[in-house]
């Protein structure tokens, strides 16, 4: 073999090692993407956990009280109008409670868990 012969063949390889190097900086940062997602999906389900085993548990609670109760008759427009503001109240209430425990609540990235601290159209629809 001659020296021209050798040299090539170790360009060649020294290419072909960058050209390696480079894909696995492209594999890594799927990786890295992917683990990221992963985490973020992982969050998310435990406070879904929590929310649902709270609201389970506050259901059960609620079951024995409501049982005997009435509900309000359609035709009396004073208790009507009263059981329909308080629907309206809880609605917020509920949408504030999410929030507070960490889900976006706007149009844009609603029930996906907030990462990054306040979001300004959650906040400015709360303060509607």
């Known amino acids: 073999m001659e020296k021209k012969d050798i040299f090539a063949q170790i360009h060649e390889l020294e290419t072909h090692m960058g050209d390696l190097h480079q894909e696995l900086g492209a594999l890594k940062l799927v990786v890295k993407e992917l683990l990221e997602e992963n985490q973020r999906l992982w969050?998310?389900?435990q406070q879904l956990r929590k929310?649902?085993?709270?609201?389970?548990?506050?259901?059960?609670?609620?079951?024995p009280e409501t049982e005997g109760e009435s509900a309000p008759a359609a035709d009396?427009?004073?208790?009507?109008?009263?059981?329909?503001e308080n629907v309206v109240g809880e609605g917020y209430d509920n949408l504030a409670r999410l929030?507070?425990?960490?889900?976006?609540?706007?149009?844009?990235?609603?029930?996906?868990?907030?990462?990054?601290?306040?979001?300004?159209?959650?906040?400015?629809?709360?303060n509607k």
Do not use: Q, W
């Not at 009396?76 to 329909?84: R, S």
């Not at 929030?99 to 306040?118: A, K, P, S, W």
């Open 51 to 63: 929310v649902l085993h709270h609201e389970h548990h506050e259901h059960l609670e609620a079951l």
């Open 99 to 126: 929030y507070h425990e960490g889900f976006h609540i706007c149009n844009v990235y609603y029930g996906h868990l907030r990462t990054e601290g306040d979001c300004l159209f959650c906040l400015s629809f709360l």
């Open 76 to 84: 009396d427009p004073e208790l009507f109008n009263e059981a329909k």
């Open 43 to 45: 969050m998310e389900n």
